[in-house]
């Protein structure tokens, strides 16, 4: 899910930053940093939207180094994935124990378990993709999947999570090709 939060960082700002373009550095530097990071409690930064002049902090300057910390509150776009959360996803990579597929940065794995029944055994090498015993449903690298999260991990940096189409309304909904797919598998 993705929402809007204020949060805090700080920023140790080296003695050549230090200048009348200081504010405008500091935010250059902020979104550097802050950017694509993954925050345990919080989800992916996935934009910082404003940093208001106004809630910046400048400590006091180091004696050996002559830095500056300095202390930033921003208004941050964050992506964290809940439970049983459904999303719409790209299909980046397909081998014979799932694929993997991307929601902006966060990276989900849906095992062969985790596909209706008709998909489980429908790995093709060649094609890179999962077929279903019918073959109306393909799922290769480049398509759009609906799926739902049933588990997630927090490390150092990064989120990821576990998935699974094996329910109602979840499946492919785009084949790559730039048309919605008629039917949804149920």
């Known amino acids: 899910m993705f929402y809007v939060k204020i949060l805090e960082h700080e920023i140790v700002l080296e003695p050549v930053y230090q200048g009348p373009k200081m504010k405008s550095t500091l935010v250059r530097i902020l979104k550097e940093e802050v950017e694509g990071l993954a925050l345990a409690n919080y989800g992916y930064v996935v ?44 299909v980046s990579q397909c081998n014979q124990l799932g694929f993997f597929a991307f929601v902006g940065p966060l990276r989900v794995f849906v095992s062969k378990h985790s596909m209706p029944e008709d998909l489980m055994n429908g790995f093709d090498g060649e094609k890179d993709a999962w077929i279903s015993d019918d073959k109306e449903v393909v799922i290769a690298p480049g398509c759009g999947v609906r799926l739902k999260i049933k588990g997630r991990t927090v490390e150092q940096g990064n989120i990821t999570a576990i998935g699974t189409i094996k329910d109602h309304y979840l499946g492919l909904i785009d084949d790559g090709s730039g048309e919605e797919v008629e039917d949804v598998m149920m």
């Open 47 to 90: 934009q910082v939207i404003d940093v208001p002049q106004d809630q910046m902090r400048f400590g006091v300057i180091e004696y050996d180094t002559g830095n500056v910390p300095c202390y930033v509150k921003y208004v941050a776009l964050l992506l964290r994935p809940f439970i049983n959360e459904v999303l719409d996803a790209t």
